[in-house]
């Protein structure tokens, strides 16, 4: 474990996970790039003019997302049902992150509390969390907005409201993301913010981008965690 990452650890009260890579990978069974091509098939349906780079996008949120800026709320509400109802069945073949779930017991034993902030949708977090029996561990679950994909992270928003449901300053709060859009968004709000590098590639990425500490196993924290 290194310095950086226990000062870190040691100087906040309450952890925030990003959920589809520091929990699980949501995706394993029910491939995103597959779950994208449904979502294209729901636009065609409604008779949307489906653009090349459009219909080769491999990530169902870009997808949502894309639909968002388009404009019409019809035609997002109808990918968001999709995508919510696709996700409730990605949960069910979602595999574990190792040490996610050590991660996750060792902070509430610790006396932190554990929030989940997701671009995925809240429910398919807590149909995870349940059938992991982590559910009584998690407080809140903030996840995607219904059917409005500006407010996703990279937008602070769904991060201040865990901040605010926990009650504790947010300088005393810190995320776990492994995405660019979850340093950024974190920076928004003004948390500390640890990159889990699921990648070798994204290490230095994460550190350009301002991570406070970069770790490429969840192991990392845990380790901490059972520690303290």
């Known amino acids: 474990?290194?310095?950086?990452?226990?000062?870190?650890?040691?100087e906040v009260g309450a952890v925030l996970l990003d959920f589809d890579g520091p929990v699980c990978s949501i995706f394993a069974g029910y491939p995103a790039p597959q779950v994208a091509a449904e979502l294209v098939d729901v636009l065609r349906r409604r008779g949307v003019d489906?653009?090349?780079?459009?219909?080769?996008?491999?990530?169902?949120?870009?997808?949502?997302?894309?639909?968002?800026?388009?404009?019409?709320?019809?035609?997002t509400r109808a990918v968001e049902d999709a995508?919510?109802?696709?996700?409730?069945?990605?949960?069910?073949?979602?595999?574990?992150?190792?040490?996610?779930?050590?991660?996750?017991?060792?902070a509430r034993q610790a006396g932190m509390p554990v929030a989940v902030v997701s671009n995925n949708s809240a429910g398919a977090v807590s149909a995870y969390l349940t059938a992991?029996?982590?559910?009584?561990?998690?407080?809140?679950?903030?996840?995607?907005?219904?059917?409005?994909?500006?407010?996703?992270?990279p937008n602070p928003e769904p991060i201040l409201q865990a901040v605010r449901a926990?009650?504790?300053?947010?300088?005393?709060?810190?995320?776990v993301g492994d995405s660019l859009s979850d340093i950024e968004a974190a920076r928004a709000a003004g948390v500390r913010v640890i990159g889990y590098a699921n990648r070798p590639a994204k290490v230095e990425t994460f550190r350009t981008a301002?991570?406070?500490?970069?770790?490429?196993s969840m192991g990392e924290i845990a380790r901490f965690m059972t520690n303290v």
């Not at 474990?1 to 040691?10: K, N, T, V």
């Not at 301002?210 to 490429?216: N, R, S």
Request: hydrophobic content about 40%; aromatic content about 4%.
């Open 1 to 10: 474990m290194s310095a950086d990452l226990g000062r870190l650890l040691g």
């Open 50 to 75: 489906i653009r090349p780079d459009l219909a080769s996008e491999p990530d169902p949120l870009e997808v949502l997302r894309r639909t968002g800026a388009a404009g019409d709320h019809g035609i």
């Open 83 to 106: 995508l919510c109802a696709a996700e409730r069945r990605a949960a069910e073949t979602a595999e574990p992150t190792p040490y996610g779930r050590e991660v996750i017991v060792a």
């Open 132 to 153: 992991r029996r982590l559910a009584a561990y998690v407080s809140p679950v903030v996840g995607r907005a219904y059917a409005d994909p500006d407010r996703m992270k």
């Open 166 to 175: 926990i009650a504790r300053p947010a300088s005393r709060c810190v995320l």
């Open 210 to 216: 301002g991570a406070d500490v970069v770790i490429t």
